[in-house]
Antibody
Framework: EVQLVESGGGLVQPGGSLRLSCAAS????????MHWVRQAPGKGLVWVSH????????NYADSVKGRFTISRDNAKNTLYLQMNSLRGEDTAVYYC?????????WGQGTLVTVSS | EIVLTQSPGTLSLSPGERATLSCRAS???????LAWYQQKPGQVPRLLIY???SRATGIPDRFSGSGSGTDFTLTISRLEPEDFAVYYC???????????FGQGTRLEIK
């Protein structure tokens, strides 16, 4: 069974930075597009970013463009999200998810709280 | 950028009834790029339907998807107690490459 395990969430002050990781296992990580999707408390799902299988192409939601950077290390089977200039509205559970054009596997999520 | 609007916001039904959930796109969406997810409280979203009408692995046949263009529908033929959850539609657009979710429909027990 596909396994995706996020880590790196926590409490950070506005303007701060955080780096999320998603460790993948039980599938050929280097063959899949990967995504970050977030969900603010009590709200719906919002796509954040995706990266293609070899890491050569990335895209971002307008709300995070210029502040967040998605990357991957296929040798380590790990997906990353570098989050800079964090704002209160970035508070959410961040999920990594596999696939394109739909998400067939999801991690359990990691909570990011931006607050002073 | 394509916007997905789901209706109704909340649907109150009883077990055994039929549920019809709508997802309307602001522009035409390729059926190949339309999916539905189920999320129960405290749980991770689960893929139900992909390519508008194909059931994901392990999804019961009481779930079905249909539609094309700008109008898509998720139907649950006979509601089971475990079906009460929030449902999201999602589309992938290639120009620019983006993914969009609808705001969700909450299916609650009447």
């Amino acid at each position: 069974e596909v396994q995706l395990v996020e880590s790196g969430g926590g409490l950070v002050q506005p303007g701060g930075s955080l780096r999320l990781s998603c460790a993948a296992s039980r599938f050929t990580f280097s063959s899949y597009w990967m995504h970050w999707v977030r969900q603010a408390p009590g709200k719906g799902l919002v796509w954040v970013s995706h990266i293609n299988s070899d890491g050569s192409s990335t895209n971002y939601a307008d709300s995070v463009k210029g502040r967040f950077t998605i990357s991957r290390d296929n040798a380590k089977n790990t997906l990353y999200l570098q989050m800079n200039s964090l704002r209160g509205e970035d508070t959410a559970v961040y999920y990594c998810a596999r696939g394109v054009p739909y998400f067939d596997s999801w991690g359990q999520g990691t909570l990011v709280t931006v607050s002073s | 950028e394509i916007v997905l609007t789901q209706s109704p916001g909340t649907l109150s039904l009883s077990p055994g009834e039929r549920a019809t959930l709508s997802c309307r796109a602001s522009q035409s969406v390729s059926s190949s790029y339309l999916a539905w997810y189920q999320q129960k409280p405290g749980q991770v979203p689960r893929l139900l339907i992909y390519r508008a009408s194909s059931r994901a692995t392990g999804i019961p046949d009481r779930f079905s998807g249909s539609g094309s263009g700008t109008d898509f529908t998720l139907t649950i033929s006979r509601l089971e107690p475990e079906d009460f959850a929030v449902y999201y539609c999602q589309q992938y657009g290639s120009s620019p490459p983006r993914n969009t979710f609808g705001q969700g429909t909450r299916l609650e027990i009447k």
